[in-house]
């Protein structure tokens, strides 16, 4: 199975919000991210709209011609602009004003009803449904249950963490939640914190399909150019699994 790789450009708005400029246009990145091999293209529209605008989704739902998967919190505002502009895929996240990115998973078993009632109203709008959890085994079961069709693993601890036995514990989380998903027959995917190094263990993963990368591409761009960054990630997810032989 070939790794799929979504690349977030929401760090290019954030660029352009810090002059209150036009420029750089993440929807123009995300024409460039895709010509260069990218298989879809995720937003994260926040309440406070720090980056991502509105006028971002609405031309981006036009232009992009792979994949448009919009991050969201579980509110009624988020609820209206899904329905309004209808991406492929809608990732329901946590979301908190003061901090600097998403800093955990989604608390599923917690807000099971109220997580549902939102994943059975998107669904019913033809949006394709994942939740973004922690590697664990109980968040895996109640994304299962509130009917969710994927998840996104978040991967934040594994890639901060500060020694080989943490980062080993880390992974073995991550693949064991890859796992229970598989089974219940839930589709899995990963983001935050990624980057060109310390994804290769996660590409060994047979049960992950699909890669959200932002800050780590975004980051190499400034250095080599868009086209560079995204075809340097492309490769290293196609070919995942020819070390091994699969």
Do not use: W
């Not at 036995?165 to 914190?193: M, P, Q, T």
């Amino acid at each position: 199975m070939r790794k799929r790789l979504g690349v977030n450009v929401d760090h290019v708005a954030t660029l352009r919000q810090a002059r209150g400029t036009r420029y750089p246009d993440p929807v123009e990145a995300a024409a460039l991210c895709e010509a260069a091999g990218a298989d879809q293209i995720t937003i994260h529209l926040r309440e406070d709209r720090r980056h991502i605008q509105e006028r971002d989704l609405r031309i981006m739902r036009q232009t992009v011609a792979t994949r448009l998967n919009l991050e969201m919190a579980t509110t009624q505002d988020m609820l209206k602009l899904a329905y309004e502009h209808k991406p492929d895929t809608v990732t329901l996240v946590p979301e908190r004003r003061e901090e600097l990115t998403t800093e955990g998973g989604l608390d599923v078993a917690l807000q099971k009803e109220a997580i549902k009632r939102y994943v059975r109203s998107l669904q019913e709008a033809d949006i394709y449904v994942s939740l973004f959890i922690d590697p664990d085994l109980d968040q895996v079961r109640a994304a299962h249950k509130v009917d969710a069709q994927a998840i996104e693993i978040h991967t934040g601890k594994y890639c901060e963490a500060r020694d080989a036995k943490e980062r080993s514990h880390e992974l073995a989380r991550i693949i064991d939640a890859s796992k229970a998903a598989s089974k219940l027959g839930v589709k899995v995917f990963a983001g935050h914190g990624l980057n060109y190094h310390n994804i290769h263990p996660l590409l060994e993963i047979d049960e992950m399909e699909e890669f959200n990368i932002g800050h780590a591409i975004m980051a190499r761009a400034v250095m080599v150019g868009m086209d560079r960054a995204v075809r340097d990630m492309v490769e290293l997810l196609r070919t995942a699994g020819t070390r091994s032989g699969r």
